[in-house]
Antibody, heavy 124, light 107 residues
Framework: EVQLVQSGAEVKKPGESLKISCQAS????????IAWVRQMPGKGLEWMGS????????RYSPAFQGQVSITVDKSKNTAYLQWSSLKASDTAFYYC?????????????????WGRGTLVTVSS | EIVMTQSPATLSVSPGERATLSCRAS??????LAWYQQKPGQAPRLLIY???TRATGIPDRFSGSGSGTDFTLTISSLQSEDFAVYHC?????????FGQGTKVEIK
């Protein structure tokens, strides 16, 4: 059974750094992209970026490029999302999700399994 | 960036009735369109991928259609557990983008 277990809720002050995690099990971790998705309070979903654990190939949404860092530790089957200097506007739920592909008349991508989310609260 | 626009923002439906949700892309995404259901306090759940393929375990009252720029999610007979927010997602072109969501509420 595929499981993505995310780290617990965090309360931080503006300017602090943070690294949250997503530990995967139940499948071959290195063979599937993992994505991070933000959901601000009462808002929709935003794709932040994705990483391919086998070679750490990483793609960021322009909205998040330079704002966060996505990494993996293959030995721990874990993906990370990191900030060097948090802002109040980073307050949100952050979800990790695995990416699946299906070959049809084109290559179809979608997020299939999701973690339960990590709530990050940034407040002075 | 491809902009995904969902309508309506809120849909009021009585249990047992049909619900039709729309998702429109600012440029063609082929069939690289997925639908998700999200209940309060929960992670999104995959319903449909490839515009029309139901994910494993999804009841057949959920159906997806469309290609190119216009897509529809239909719930044929709403059950109490279907009242939630529904999101569409395009994965045709980076950056991947979601619609803003449609809330299906009890009428």
């Amino acid at each position: 059974e595929v499981q993505l277990v995310q780290s617990g809720a965090e309360v931080k002050k503006p300017g602090e750094s943070l690294k949250i995690s997503c530990q995967a099990s139940g499948y071959r971790f290195t063979n599937y992209w993992i994505a991070w998705v933000r959901q601000m309070p009462g808002k929709g979903l935003e794709w932040m970026g994705s990483i391919y654990p086998d070679d750490s190939d990483t793609r960021y949404s322009p909205a998040f490029q330079g704002q966060v860092s996505i990494t993996v530790d293959k030995s721990k089957n874990t993906a990370y999302l990191q900030w060097s200097s948090l802002k109040a506007s980073d307050t949100a739920f952050y979800y990790c999700a695995t990416l699946a592909t299906v070959a049809a008349q084109e290559i179809i991508w979608f997020f299939d399994f999701w973690g339960r989310g990590t709530l990050v609260t940034v407040s002075s | 960036e491809i902009v995904m626009t969902q309508s309506p923002a809120t849909l009021s439906v009585s249990p047992g009735e049909r619900a039709t949700l729309s998702c429109r892309a600012s440029q063609s995404v082929g069939i690289n369109l997925a639908w998700y259901q999200q209940k309060p306090g929960q992670a999104p759940r995959l319903l449909i991928y490839g515009a029309s393929t139901r994910a494993t375990g999804i009841p057949d009252r959920f159906s997806g259609s469309g290609s190119g720029t216009d897509f529809t999610l239909t719930i044929s007979s709403l059950q109490s557990e279907d009242f939630a927010v529904y999101h569409c997602l395009q994965c045709r072109k980076w950056p991947w983008t979601f619609g803003q969501g449609t809330k299906v509420e009890i009428k």
